[in-house]
């Protein structure tokens, strides 16, 4: 299983940007997908799924209202559109897969890609 996570990069505060996970070697629409984040120091924590079973989206507060997560089930991917981006959103995001419905936490999750950093400057 392979979970490729792209789309990183620097932008100022009020900016945009847009992640992108390409997943492959796994039955894509049996998997939730979601994204983390983690600064170094503190835990991974979570910031948006997808649910495998009824495609549903979940956010933490933190995204709620900026960020917009989505999967495409022919290209295998899962993009997450952040908008208004805030400094304290930076972190390396991590794209993971889990067989559980609608998991929050890191010990649900069975496979995760490599992160891509984003950067927020005021």
């Known amino acids: 299983v392979q979970l490729q996570a792209s789309g990183g990069g620097l932008v100022q505060a009020g900016g945009s940007l847009r992640l992108s996970c390409a997943a492959s070697?796994?039955?894509?629409?049996?998997?939730?997908l979601a994204w983390f984040r983690q600064v170094p120091g503190e835990e991974r924590e979570f910031v948006s799924g997808?649910?495998?079973?009824?495609?549903?989206?979940y956010y933490a507060d933190s995204a709620k209202g900026r960020f917009t997560i989505s999967r495409d089930a022919v290209k295998h991917t899962v993009d997450l559109q952040m908008n208004n981006l805030k400094p304290e959103d930076t972190a390396i995001y991590f794209c993971?897969?889990?067989?559980?419905?609608?998991?929050?936490?890191?010990?649900?999750?069975?496979?995760w890609g490599q992160g891509t950093q984003v950067t927020v400057s005021s």
């Open positions: 070697g796994l039955i894509f629409s049996r998997y939730t």
């Open positions: 997808s649910s495998w079973m009824s495609r549903e989206t």
């Open positions: 993971a897969a889990s067989t559980a419905y609608q998991p929050r936490i890191t010990k649900s999750f069975d496979f």
